[in-house]
Protein backbone atom coordinates (compact mmCIF):
# COMPACT_ATOMS: atom_id res chain seq x y z
CA UNK A 1 0.00 0.00 0.00
CA UNK A 2 1.13 3.46 -1.23
CA UNK A 3 1.90 5.67 1.70
CA UNK A 4 -0.44 8.17 -0.25
CA UNK A 5 -3.18 5.98 -0.61
CA UNK A 6 -6.61 7.08 2.21
CA UNK A 7 -7.05 4.60 4.74
CA UNK A 8 -10.79 2.79 4.46
CA UNK A 9 -12.55 4.67 6.98
CA UNK A 10 -13.96 1.82 8.76
CA UNK A 11 -10.25 0.98 9.68
CA UNK A 12 -9.73 4.37 12.44
CA UNK A 13 -13.84 4.36 13.31
CA UNK A 14 -14.30 4.46 17.11
CA UNK A 15 -16.50 1.79 18.82
CA UNK A 16 -19.92 2.58 18.83
CA UNK A 17 -20.69 4.71 22.14
CA UNK A 18 -23.33 4.47 24.37
CA UNK A 19 -25.35 7.47 24.10
CA UNK A 20 -26.13 9.44 27.87
CA UNK A 21 -29.75 8.73 28.94
CA UNK A 22 -31.59 10.87 31.25
CA UNK A 23 -31.52 9.77 34.94
CA UNK A 24 -35.27 9.93 35.66
CA UNK A 25 -35.47 7.13 38.36
CA UNK A 26 -35.56 9.35 41.31
CA UNK A 27 -35.65 12.24 39.84
CA UNK A 28 -39.25 13.25 41.89
CA UNK A 29 -38.45 12.68 45.22
CA UNK A 30 -34.50 12.68 45.58
CA UNK A 31 -32.23 15.41 45.59
CA UNK A 32 -29.73 16.54 42.88
CA UNK A 33 -25.83 15.63 44.04
CA UNK A 34 -25.50 19.02 43.20
CA UNK A 35 -28.07 20.58 45.43
CA UNK A 36 -25.61 21.80 47.74
CA UNK A 37 -24.07 24.56 45.47
CA UNK A 38 -27.33 27.01 45.86
CA UNK A 39 -27.21 26.61 49.83
CA UNK A 40 -23.64 27.29 49.23
CA UNK A 41 -24.28 30.55 47.44
CA UNK A 42 -26.81 31.45 49.91
CA UNK A 43 -24.40 31.47 52.76
CA UNK A 44 -22.09 33.54 50.74
CA UNK A 45 -24.49 36.07 50.01
CA UNK A 46 -25.77 35.94 53.65
CA UNK A 47 -22.38 36.58 55.33
CA UNK A 48 -21.33 39.39 52.51
CA UNK A 49 -18.94 36.93 51.05
CA UNK A 50 -20.30 36.85 47.77
CA UNK A 51 -18.45 37.89 44.58
CA UNK A 52 -18.88 38.52 40.81
CA UNK A 53 -17.00 39.50 38.04
CA UNK A 54 -17.15 43.10 36.39
CA UNK A 55 -16.57 43.49 32.44
CA UNK A 56 -13.76 46.06 31.58
CA UNK A 57 -14.68 47.61 28.44
CA UNK A 58 -11.42 49.50 28.05
CA UNK A 59 -7.45 48.91 27.35
CA UNK A 60 -5.76 49.08 30.78
CA UNK A 61 -5.05 51.57 32.38
CA UNK A 62 -5.57 54.65 35.00
CA UNK A 63 -8.84 55.04 33.93
CA UNK A 64 -11.22 52.38 32.78
CA UNK A 65 -14.65 51.62 31.51
CA UNK A 66 -16.67 49.28 33.80
CA UNK A 67 -20.47 48.95 32.38
CA UNK A 68 -20.33 51.33 29.90
CA UNK A 69 -18.53 54.53 32.65
CA UNK A 70 -15.59 55.84 33.16
CA UNK A 71 -13.80 55.21 36.53
CA UNK A 72 -10.75 56.11 37.45
CA UNK A 73 -8.34 52.74 38.44
CA UNK A 74 -7.29 52.16 41.47
CA UNK A 75 -7.75 48.55 41.55
CA UNK A 76 -4.80 47.63 38.85
CA UNK A 77 -1.75 45.87 39.58
CA UNK A 78 0.07 47.45 36.33
CA UNK A 79 1.87 49.39 38.98
CA UNK A 80 3.91 50.69 36.25
CA UNK A 81 1.88 51.39 33.54
CA UNK A 82 3.07 48.55 31.14
CA UNK A 83 0.08 46.57 30.34
CA UNK A 84 -0.80 48.73 27.70
CA UNK A 85 2.62 50.24 27.12
CA UNK A 86 2.97 50.47 22.57
CA UNK A 87 6.46 48.51 22.77
CA UNK A 88 5.35 45.62 25.15
CA UNK A 89 2.17 45.36 22.45
CA UNK A 90 4.36 45.03 19.48
CA UNK A 91 7.02 42.80 21.01
CA UNK A 92 3.76 40.47 21.97
CA UNK A 93 2.58 40.62 17.99
CA UNK A 94 5.98 40.42 16.41
CA UNK A 95 6.59 37.23 18.45
CA UNK A 96 3.27 35.80 17.67
CA UNK A 97 3.89 36.73 13.63
CA UNK A 98 6.95 34.41 13.95
CA UNK A 99 6.49 32.15 16.86
CA UNK A 100 2.38 31.58 16.03
CA UNK A 101 0.16 31.48 18.68
CA UNK A 102 0.88 29.02 20.56
CA UNK A 103 3.47 26.67 22.04
CA UNK A 104 2.62 23.84 21.35
CA UNK A 105 4.25 21.63 24.60
CA UNK A 106 5.64 21.90 27.66
CA UNK A 107 9.36 23.20 27.86
CA UNK A 108 10.88 19.86 28.04
CA UNK A 109 9.12 18.16 25.08
CA UNK A 110 8.01 20.73 21.79
CA UNK A 111 7.33 24.35 24.20
CA UNK A 112 10.81 25.38 24.48
CA UNK A 113 11.79 28.48 22.27
CA UNK A 114 14.90 30.95 22.16
CA UNK A 115 12.56 33.60 23.62
CA UNK A 116 11.95 31.89 26.85
CA UNK A 117 15.97 31.45 27.31
CA UNK A 118 15.88 35.37 26.71
CA UNK A 119 13.66 35.96 29.35
CA UNK A 120 15.19 33.62 32.25
CA UNK A 121 18.43 35.47 31.49
CA UNK A 122 17.10 38.71 31.52
CA UNK A 123 15.20 38.04 34.64
CA UNK A 124 18.32 36.58 35.78
CA UNK A 125 19.93 39.80 35.20
CA UNK A 126 17.42 41.91 36.80
CA UNK A 127 17.28 40.08 40.12
CA UNK A 128 21.42 39.66 39.85
CA UNK A 129 20.71 35.92 40.05
CA UNK A 130 22.82 32.73 38.47
CA UNK A 131 19.89 31.55 37.00
CA UNK A 132 15.82 32.47 36.55
CA UNK A 133 12.81 29.77 35.45
CA UNK A 134 9.83 31.37 34.00
CA UNK A 135 6.57 29.76 34.71
CA UNK A 136 2.63 29.84 33.53
CA UNK A 137 1.68 32.00 36.38
CA UNK A 138 2.86 33.17 39.68
CA UNK A 139 0.54 30.74 41.19
CA UNK A 140 1.81 27.72 39.70
CA UNK A 141 5.37 29.51 40.27
CA UNK A 142 4.36 28.68 44.19
CA UNK A 143 2.64 25.72 43.70
CA UNK A 144 5.85 23.96 42.24
CA UNK A 145 8.61 25.57 43.66
CA UNK A 146 7.33 24.83 47.20
CA UNK A 147 5.93 20.58 46.73
CA UNK A 148 9.45 21.02 44.83
CA UNK A 149 11.60 21.93 47.45
CA UNK A 150 10.13 20.31 50.04
CA UNK A 151 7.87 17.01 51.18
CA UNK A 152 6.65 14.86 54.14
CA UNK A 153 9.66 14.71 56.45
CA UNK A 154 9.94 18.41 56.46
CA UNK A 155 8.81 21.45 57.98
CA UNK A 156 7.44 25.00 56.41
CA UNK A 157 6.84 28.15 58.51
CA UNK A 158 4.93 30.30 56.83
CA UNK A 159 3.53 34.18 57.63
CA UNK A 160 0.13 33.88 58.50
CA UNK A 161 -0.60 36.42 55.90
CA UNK A 162 0.96 34.58 52.70
CA UNK A 163 -0.83 34.84 49.39
CA UNK A 164 -3.35 31.87 48.33
CA UNK A 165 -0.96 30.35 46.14
CA UNK A 166 1.92 29.91 48.44
CA UNK A 167 -0.68 28.56 51.13
CA UNK A 168 -1.71 26.18 48.52
CA UNK A 169 1.77 25.13 47.19
CA UNK A 170 2.88 24.11 50.87
CA UNK A 171 -0.13 22.33 51.18
CA UNK A 172 0.64 20.13 48.31
CA UNK A 173 4.07 19.84 49.48
CA UNK A 174 3.06 17.42 52.14
CA UNK A 175 5.13 19.38 55.02
CA UNK A 176 4.01 20.28 58.47
CA UNK A 177 3.32 23.39 58.00
CA UNK A 178 3.32 25.92 61.07
CA UNK A 179 2.17 29.54 60.25
CA UNK A 180 3.81 32.39 62.23
CA UNK A 181 1.73 35.42 63.06
CA UNK A 182 1.90 38.59 60.56
CA UNK A 183 6.14 39.70 60.32
CA UNK A 184 6.50 38.72 63.55
CA UNK A 185 10.00 37.81 64.38
CA UNK A 186 10.07 36.89 67.91
CA UNK A 187 6.82 34.34 67.30
CA UNK A 188 8.58 32.64 63.78
CA UNK A 189 11.98 32.40 65.80
CA UNK A 190 9.90 30.49 68.83
CA UNK A 191 8.35 28.27 65.70
CA UNK A 192 11.76 27.25 65.10
CA UNK A 193 12.56 24.90 68.14
CA UNK A 194 10.59 22.40 66.15
CA UNK A 195 13.06 22.79 62.97
CA UNK A 196 15.20 19.94 64.80
CA UNK A 197 12.03 16.93 64.53
CA UNK A 198 12.51 17.54 60.18
CA UNK A 199 14.65 16.92 57.72
CA UNK A 200 14.56 20.32 55.31
CA UNK A 201 13.21 23.41 56.38
CA UNK A 202 11.50 26.77 54.36
CA UNK A 203 10.66 29.58 55.66
CA UNK A 204 7.97 31.37 53.26
CA UNK A 205 6.10 35.00 52.75
CA UNK A 206 5.50 37.19 50.88
CA UNK A 207 8.11 39.90 50.38
CA UNK A 208 5.49 42.99 49.93
CA UNK A 209 2.06 41.50 51.12
CA UNK A 210 -0.74 41.47 48.23
CA UNK A 211 -3.75 42.83 50.22
CA UNK A 212 -1.76 45.04 53.13
CA UNK A 213 1.51 46.88 51.50
CA UNK A 214 3.83 46.19 54.05
CA UNK A 215 7.48 44.36 53.87
CA UNK A 216 8.44 41.00 55.24
CA UNK A 217 10.84 41.57 57.68
CA UNK A 218 13.78 40.06 55.16
CA UNK A 219 17.18 40.37 56.73
CA UNK A 220 15.69 39.17 59.89
CA UNK A 221 13.99 36.15 57.43
CA UNK A 222 17.51 35.43 56.50
CA UNK A 223 19.65 35.70 59.67
CA UNK A 224 17.28 33.20 61.27
CA UNK A 225 17.68 31.04 57.85
CA UNK A 226 21.51 30.89 58.48
CA UNK A 227 21.18 30.21 62.11
CA UNK A 228 18.67 27.16 61.91
CA UNK A 229 20.06 26.04 58.41
CA UNK A 230 16.44 26.85 57.16
CA UNK A 231 15.68 27.77 52.87
CA UNK A 232 13.97 31.07 52.62
CA UNK A 233 11.35 31.46 49.93
CA UNK A 234 9.57 35.13 49.49
CA UNK A 235 7.42 36.05 46.85
CA UNK A 236 8.08 39.34 45.03
CA UNK A 237 4.88 39.54 43.02
CA UNK A 238 4.19 43.32 44.35
CA UNK A 239 7.79 44.34 44.66
CA UNK A 240 9.22 43.64 41.48
CA UNK A 241 9.28 46.52 39.19
CA UNK A 242 8.43 48.32 41.85
CA UNK A 243 10.64 48.37 45.02
CA UNK A 244 14.75 48.98 45.02
CA UNK A 245 17.01 51.04 42.96
CA UNK A 246 16.74 48.92 39.91
CA UNK A 247 13.41 47.42 40.19
CA UNK A 248 14.44 44.25 41.28
CA UNK A 249 12.41 43.80 44.19
CA UNK A 250 12.53 43.78 48.27
CA UNK A 251 15.58 41.93 48.11
CA UNK A 252 17.30 44.81 46.12
CA UNK A 253 15.63 47.27 48.60
CA UNK A 254 16.73 45.22 51.65
CA UNK A 255 20.29 45.35 50.49
CA UNK A 256 20.36 41.75 50.33
CA UNK A 257 21.18 41.16 46.74
CA UNK A 258 22.86 37.97 46.40
CA UNK A 259 22.07 36.60 48.98
CA UNK A 260 21.37 32.78 48.88
CA UNK A 261 17.43 32.29 48.82
CA UNK A 262 14.10 31.52 46.37
CA UNK A 263 13.21 34.50 44.99
CA UNK A 264 9.45 33.77 43.39
CA UNK A 265 7.63 36.32 41.57
CA UNK A 266 5.34 37.17 38.62
CA UNK A 267 5.09 38.73 35.51
CA UNK A 268 2.19 39.78 35.40
CA UNK A 269 2.09 42.88 37.52
CA UNK A 270 4.59 46.00 37.18
CA UNK A 271 5.72 43.61 34.16
CA UNK A 272 2.98 43.79 32.23
CA UNK A 273 2.45 40.41 30.79
CA UNK A 274 1.22 36.97 32.08
CA UNK A 275 3.51 34.79 34.11
CA UNK A 276 5.79 33.78 36.79
CA UNK A 277 8.96 32.97 37.45
CA UNK A 278 11.83 31.72 40.22
CA UNK A 279 15.27 33.22 40.53
CA UNK A 280 18.28 31.69 42.18
CA UNK A 281 21.08 29.77 41.81
CA UNK A 282 22.02 28.09 38.46
CA UNK A 283 21.85 24.36 41.15
CA UNK A 284 18.26 25.22 42.24
CA UNK A 285 16.93 26.18 38.81
CA UNK A 286 18.22 22.99 37.52
CA UNK A 287 16.56 20.73 40.31
CA UNK A 288 13.25 22.80 39.62
CA UNK A 289 13.18 21.86 35.63
CA UNK A 290 13.77 18.15 37.12
CA UNK A 291 11.24 18.40 39.63
CA UNK A 292 8.46 20.85 39.68
CA UNK A 293 5.32 19.87 38.63
CA UNK A 294 3.78 22.61 37.59
CA UNK A 295 6.88 23.40 34.92
CA UNK A 296 6.97 20.03 33.90
CA UNK A 297 3.40 18.87 32.92
CA UNK A 298 1.88 22.33 31.89
CA UNK A 299 2.38 23.95 28.38
CA UNK A 300 5.19 26.88 27.98
CA UNK A 301 4.20 30.02 27.90
CA UNK A 302 2.66 31.08 24.76
CA UNK A 303 5.20 33.60 22.67
CA UNK A 304 3.54 37.06 23.04
CA UNK A 305 3.01 36.89 26.68
CA UNK A 306 7.29 35.30 26.88
CA UNK A 307 8.04 38.30 24.50
CA UNK A 308 5.70 41.25 25.92
CA UNK A 309 7.29 40.43 29.61
CA UNK A 310 11.02 40.74 28.23
CA UNK A 311 9.80 43.96 27.08
CA UNK A 312 8.88 44.69 30.39
CA UNK A 313 11.62 43.65 32.13
CA UNK A 314 13.77 46.03 29.53
CA UNK A 315 11.87 49.16 30.33
CA UNK A 316 11.73 48.98 34.16
CA UNK A 317 15.23 49.11 33.98
CA UNK A 318 16.02 51.53 31.11
CA UNK A 319 13.08 53.76 32.68
CA UNK A 320 13.34 54.39 36.41
CA UNK A 321 11.14 57.33 36.19
CA UNK A 322 7.85 55.38 35.63
CA UNK A 323 9.40 54.18 39.36
CA UNK A 324 9.98 57.46 40.75
CA UNK A 325 6.61 58.66 39.49
CA UNK A 326 4.61 55.67 41.03
CA UNK A 327 6.10 56.46 44.67
CA UNK A 328 5.82 60.26 44.20
CA UNK A 329 1.15 59.32 43.65
CA UNK A 330 1.98 56.85 46.46
CA UNK A 331 3.26 59.39 49.15
CA UNK A 332 0.61 62.15 47.76
CA UNK A 333 -2.46 59.47 48.21
CA UNK A 334 -0.70 58.41 51.50
CA UNK A 335 -0.47 61.74 52.97
CA UNK A 336 -3.86 62.72 51.85
CA UNK A 337 -5.32 60.07 53.54
CA UNK A 338 -3.55 60.04 56.35
CA UNK A 339 -5.19 64.44 56.55
CA UNK A 340 -8.25 63.17 56.23
CA UNK A 341 -8.05 61.16 59.20
CA UNK A 342 -8.04 57.80 57.75
CA UNK A 343 -7.15 54.33 59.42
CA UNK A 344 -4.92 52.67 57.21
CA UNK A 345 -3.16 49.18 57.20
CA UNK A 346 0.45 50.03 57.69
CA UNK A 347 2.21 49.93 53.89
CA UNK A 348 5.50 50.47 52.48
CA UNK A 349 4.41 50.15 48.90
CA UNK A 350 1.85 51.42 46.54
CA UNK A 351 -0.69 48.82 48.30
CA UNK A 352 -2.69 51.09 50.41
CA UNK A 353 -5.72 49.45 52.66
CA UNK A 354 -8.08 51.50 54.38
CA UNK A 355 -9.48 50.08 57.20
CA UNK A 356 -13.29 49.43 58.27
CA UNK A 357 -15.35 47.77 60.34
CA UNK A 358 -16.83 44.98 58.74
CA UNK A 359 -17.84 43.90 54.72
CA UNK A 360 -21.07 45.55 54.53
CA UNK A 361 -19.26 49.14 55.38
CA UNK A 362 -16.67 47.91 52.98
CA UNK A 363 -19.28 47.36 50.17
CA UNK A 364 -21.06 50.23 50.63
CA UNK A 365 -18.12 52.23 50.63
CA UNK A 366 -16.82 50.64 47.28
CA UNK A 367 -19.80 50.89 46.07
CA UNK A 368 -20.30 54.61 47.20
CA UNK A 369 -16.85 55.75 45.15
CA UNK A 370 -18.31 53.66 41.92
CA UNK A 371 -20.77 56.14 41.39
CA UNK A 372 -18.43 59.18 42.23
CA UNK A 373 -16.33 57.63 39.64
CA UNK A 374 -13.71 55.57 41.62
CA UNK A 375 -12.88 52.01 41.66
CA UNK A 376 -11.14 50.65 44.48
CA UNK A 377 -12.63 47.33 46.06
CA UNK A 378 -13.75 46.27 48.70
CA UNK A 379 -11.34 43.24 50.35
CA UNK A 380 -13.09 40.83 52.70
CA UNK A 381 -13.16 37.98 54.68
CA UNK A 382 -11.90 34.73 53.51
CA UNK A 383 -9.40 36.77 51.69
CA UNK A 384 -8.21 38.36 54.57
CA UNK A 385 -9.03 38.23 58.41
CA UNK A 386 -10.40 41.84 58.31
CA UNK A 387 -12.20 43.64 55.90
CA UNK A 388 -10.74 46.80 54.21
CA UNK A 389 -11.10 49.13 50.72
CA UNK A 390 -7.78 48.87 48.77
CA UNK A 391 -6.03 51.06 46.56
CA UNK A 392 -3.57 50.36 44.16
CA UNK A 393 -1.48 53.49 43.00
CA UNK A 394 0.06 53.26 39.41
CA UNK A 395 2.75 55.80 37.57
CA UNK A 396 0.24 56.94 35.24
CA UNK A 397 -2.51 58.19 37.76
CA UNK A 398 -2.29 62.44 37.45
CA UNK A 399 -1.77 63.31 40.63
CA UNK A 400 -5.77 64.95 40.17
CA UNK A 401 -6.92 62.02 40.06
CA UNK A 402 -5.67 60.97 43.59
CA UNK A 403 -7.18 64.81 44.48
CA UNK A 404 -10.38 63.41 43.08
CA UNK A 405 -10.26 60.09 45.44
CA UNK A 406 -9.33 62.33 48.07
CA UNK A 407 -12.43 64.74 47.21
CA UNK A 408 -14.93 61.69 46.79
CA UNK A 409 -13.70 60.25 50.02
CA UNK A 410 -14.43 63.24 51.88
CA UNK A 411 -18.16 63.88 50.33
CA UNK A 412 -18.57 60.62 51.18
CA UNK A 413 -18.14 61.59 54.70
CA UNK A 414 -15.33 59.86 55.48
CA UNK A 415 -12.67 60.51 57.93
CA UNK A 416 -12.30 61.01 61.48
CA UNK A 417 -16.18 61.47 62.63
CA UNK A 418 -16.06 57.78 61.47
C1 LIG B 1 -0.64 37.95 42.26
C2 LIG B 1 0.15 37.12 43.17
C3 LIG B 1 0.51 35.82 42.84
C4 LIG B 1 0.00 35.12 41.63
O1 LIG B 1 0.62 35.58 40.49
P1 LIG B 1 -0.09 35.30 39.08
O2 LIG B 1 0.99 35.50 38.09
O3 LIG B 1 -1.19 36.29 38.98
O4 LIG B 1 -0.60 33.89 39.13
C5 LIG B 1 1.32 35.13 43.70
N1 LIG B 1 1.75 35.68 44.86
C6 LIG B 1 1.40 36.92 45.22
C7 LIG B 1 1.91 37.48 46.49
C8 LIG B 1 0.58 37.68 44.39
O5 LIG B 1 0.20 38.90 44.77
Known amino acids: MKATQALPLQAIRLRPLSPCLEFTGYAAVMASAYDWLA ?177 CPLPELLALGDTWNCMVLVDEAHATGVLGATGAGCVEAFGCTGRELVQVGTLSKALGSLGGYVAGSAKLIDYLRNRASSWIYTTALSPADTAAALAGILLVQAEPERREKLWQNTTRLKAQLLDLGADLLPSESPIIGLKLPNPERALQLSQTLKLAGIFAPAIRPPTVPTSRLRFSVMATHEPDRIDRLIAVLKAAKFGVAE
Open 39 to 215: HSLETLHQAHWYRSVQAVTSGPGPVIQIDGRWLINFASNDYLGLAGDRRLIEAAVAAIRTWGTGSTGSRLLSGHRPLHQDLETQIAALKQTEAAIAFSSGYLANLGTIAALVGQRDLILADRYNHASLKQGAKLSGARVIEYEHNNVLDLREKLQHRKRYRRCLIVSDSVFSMDGDL
